[in-house]
C-alpha cells in the first residue's frame, strides 16, 4: 500500500533550469522545468518536466511568462498606433540648432520662435504655402520635436511679423560671425515673380525668371567669401542692378559696424557711377570692365597676346581709370569657343544674304527690280537677326545689292576673344593679381544661393504674399533656410555628388578642375565607402525613411516610442551632420 507521508507535499514557482554533462567527450544539455524547495535545511530540486523536446523560442517564451511577463499575440495584441517621418527632420532641426539659430532668432523660447523654426526646417523638408505648412508639420515629427499642437495659418503670418522685426538684429550677429574687417563682401541681385497683381512691391522689370509680363520683386543677397548669405533686402520689381548697392553699403558698414569692406560685383552692378560712389563713401571695390570698355582702353589697339604666354593674366594701368588696377585676363577655352561661334554666325549669314543677293539679281527673284528701300529692308532683317551687322558692308542701290565681309572689324574683334579685364581700387599691398581674380570669380556662390532658393527645394518663388512686410519676411525665411541648407551640404559632402575637396590650380583663370575623388563618385555613383551617393533632397528623403513609431501592447491605454533600425546609409548621413536621432 502507497505511503503518502512520503511525499512531500511542495508549492512555489517552477523555473527553467540547463543542465549540461559530458561522457566520453560529448556535451549533452538538458533544459528541464523545475521546482526549488528546502528540505531538513537544505535546499533541493524537483524536477516538474523535461522541456529538451521544445523548440529555442518556445522555451524563451515560457521562461519569460514564468518571470511574469506576458507574451502577446502579434496579429492582435501588438499595435502600431502611428509612425511619423523623423530622419530628416532630426538632421535639418539638429544642424539649425548647431548654429545656434534658435538663440539667434530669440533668446527666449515663445511660440512664435517655435513657429518661425518650424518653417525655416519645413522649407528644407518639404516647401509649400503657409496653409500647407500647418498641416505639414504635423505628417513628420517636426511638431512633436518643438511641441507646437495645433498650428493655424493666421499663427504662422504673425510670427513671419515678429521675424521680420528682428531682421536686423538677426543679420547683424550673422554678419559679426562670417564677416571681417578689412574683408570683402559678395553682392548680387536677382529677382522672382509675383502670383496677383494688388503687391505693394510687385513691379514689371527684367525677370531673371524668364516670365515677361509677370510682377516681380528683386531682392539683394551679401554672402561671405565662402559663401554663407549673410544679408538680403527686398527691392521693388524695376529696381536695376546698381540702384540696390547704395542700401547694401549703408547696411553693411552702418548697421553691421563694417568700416573698411570690400564689395565684389559684376559689370552690370557697379557701373561707372557707382565706382565714385563708392570712392566716396571709401569703400573699396572689384569689380568688372564693359566690352566698350575694353575696347576703347589705351591699350587695346596694340595689346599683345604674348603677355599671355607664361600665365592667363596681367596687370596693366591706363589713364581712362586712374588709381585704379586693371588686371587683363584671358581663357585660352573662351578664346576658342567664341571665334568657333563667330566662324559659324558668320558662314550662317553670309549664305542668308547670297540668298538675299540671288533675289535681286535673279530674272525671277522676288527682289528683282527692287527699290532700294525694299532690298535694303530685306537685307537688315537678315544682317541683324544673329546681329552679325557690324561685320559686313552692304551697298544697296534700287536693283542691285552687295555684300562683303569687314575683315579689319572682324580682326578687331578677335584680338578680344576670351579677355576680360577686371577693375579694383584695391592696392596689391593687400590683394595680389591672382587674389583679385579668385575674389571675383567667387561670385559664383551668389549665383549658386540664388539658384538654390528658386530651386523646388527652397522654392522662393512664385511669391503669393501681397503685403509688403510679408514678402520681405517670406525671402528673409527662404535665406534662413538656405543658410542651414549650405551648412548641412558642407557637413554631408562625403555622401554628396558635391566635390568635397576642390582643387585649386594656382593659375586663377585655369578651368576648375574636379578632384579625382569627386570623379570617382560621379563616375561610379557611389562613395568611398560603397554607398550609393546622393544629391542633398535625395539624401533627406532617404532620411525620412528613418520613422517615429508609437506602439501599444493589448488593451492598455500606454503607448511607447521606438525609432526604426537606421541603414547603414541613414547612420554614415546622421554621424556626418553630428546628429543622435534618439535625442
Not at 202 to 229: M, V
Not at 244 to 268: C, H, M, N, P, W
Request: proline share 4%.
Amino acid at each position: 500500500m502507497w505511503d503518502d507521508s512520503r511525499v512531500a507535499k511542495r508549492g512555489g514557482k517552477v523555473h527553467v533550469a540547463v543542465t549540461r554533462r559530458h561522457y566520453k567527450g560529448t556535451e549533452y544539455t538538458t533544459t528541464l522545468l523545475r521546482r526549488s524547495y528546502r528540505e531538513d535545511g537544505k535546499v533541493r530540486n524537483e524536477t516538474v518536466g523535461n522541456l529538451s523536446h521544445l523548440e529555442d523560442w518556445m522555451i524563451d517564451g515560457l521562461r519569460a511568462m514564468l518571470a511574469g511577463r506576458r507574451l502577446v499575440d502579434l496579429d492582435e495584441d501588438f499595435e502600431i498606433v502611428r509612425s511619423l517621418p523623423h530622419g530628416h527632420v532630426a538632421a535639418v532641426l539638429g544642424v539649425l540648432r548647431d548654429l545656434d539659430l534658435e538663440r539667434l532668432i530669440s533668446r527666449e523660447r515663445c511660440r512664435e520662435r517655435d513657429l518661425v523654426v518650424a518653417m525655416v526646417c519645413q522649407r528644407l523638408i518639404a516647401p509649400g504655402s503657409k496653409l500647407s505648412v500647418t498641416r505639414l508639420v504635423g505628417q513628420s515629427t517636426l511638431a512633436q520635436e518643438l511641441e507646437l499642437g495645433e498650428v493655424k495659418e493666421a499663427e504662422l503670418l504673425s510670427a513671419m511679423d515678429w521675424l521680420l522685426e528682428r531682421q536686423e538684429r538677426i543679420e547683424k550677429t550673422l554678419a559679426r560671425r562670417h564677416l571681417t574687417q578689412d574683408g570683402y563682401v559678395l553682392y548680387d541681385l536677382s529677382s522672382s515673380y509675383l502670383e496677383g497683381r494688388h503687391c505693394e512691391l510687385g513691379a514689371l522689370g527684367y525677370s531673371r525668371d524668364g516670365k515677361r509680363g509677370k510682377l516681380q520683386i528683386t531682392y539683394g543677397l551679401c554672402c561671405s567669401p565662402e559663401g554663407r548669405p549673410v544679408s538680403i533686402e527686398v527691392h521693388p520689381g524695376n529696381t536695376a542692378d546698381p540702384a540696390s548697392l547704395g542700401s547694401a553699403v549703408t547696411r553693411v558698414k552702418d548697421r553691421f559696424g563694417i568700416e573698411r569692406v570690400v564689395f565684389v560685383g559684376d559689370r552690370g552692378m557697379i557701373t561707372e557711377a557707382r565706382v565714385r560712389a563708392l570712392k566716396e563713401q571709401g569703400v573699396g571695390f572689384i569689380t568688372s570692365l564693359r566690352a566698350p570698355q575694353i575696347q576703347a582702353l589705351t591699350i587695346a589697339p596694340s595689346f599683345q597676346l604674348s603677355l599671355f604666354d607664361e600665365q592667363g593674366l596681367c596687370e596693366i594701368s591706363t589713364p581712362q581709370h586712374p588709381d585704379e588696377r586693371l588686371i587683363v585676363c584671358r581663357n585660352p577655352a573662351v578664346a576658342a569657343e567664341r571665334e568657333r561661334k563667330r566662324d559659324q554666325l558668320l558662314a550662317v549669314t553670309e549664305a542668308d544674304l547670297e540668298q538675299v543677293k540671288r533675289m535681286v539679281e535673279g530674272d525671277r527673284g522676288r527682289l528683282h527690280g527692287a527699290s532700294a528701300g525694299t532690298i535694303g529692308e530685306r537685307a537688315g532683317r537678315v544682317i541683324n537677326k544673329r546681329k552679325m551687322a557690324k561685320h559686313f558692308t552692304v551697298q544697296i542701290a534700287d536693283g542691285t545689292f552687295s555684300f562683303a565681309r569687314n575683315q579689319a572689324q572682324i580682326d578687331d574683334e578677335a584680338l578680344l576673344d576670351g579677355i576680360y579685364v577686371i577693375r579694383t581700387s584695391e592696392p596689391a599691398t593687400r590683394l595680389g593679381p591672382a587674389a583679385v581674380v579668385r575674389a571675383y570669380k567667387q561670385l559664383k556662390v551668389n549665383e549658386r544661393a540664388f539658384k538654390q532658393m528658386k530651386a523646388p527645394e527652397l522654392q522662393i518663388r512664385p511669391v503669393h504674399h501681397r503685403l509688403e512686410d510679408r514678402v520681405r519676411a517670406h525671402v528673409f525665411l527662404c535665406m534662413l533656410a538656405y543658410h542651414v541648407q549650405y551648412e548641412l551640404a558642407q557637413r554631408l559632402a562625403p555622401m554628396l555628388f558635391t566635390d568635397d575637396t576642390p582643387l585649386a590650380p594656382a593659375d586663377p583663370i585655369a578651368p576648375a578642375q574636379r578632384s579625382p575623388g569627386a570623379r570617382a563618385k560621379a563616375g561610379s555613383a557611389r562613395t568611398p565607402d560603397g554607398l550609393p551617393a546622393h544629391s542633398l533632397p535625395d539624401l533627406l528623403s532617404e532620411l525620412g525613411t528613418l520613422c517615429r513609431n508609437t506602439l501599444r501592447i493589448g488593451d492598455s491605454q500606454h503607448t511607447f516610442t521606438r525609432h526604426s533600425t537606421p541603414t547603414q546609409l541613414q547612420a554614415n548621413a546622421l554621424e556626418l551632420a553630428g546628429v543622435n536621432p534618439d535625442k
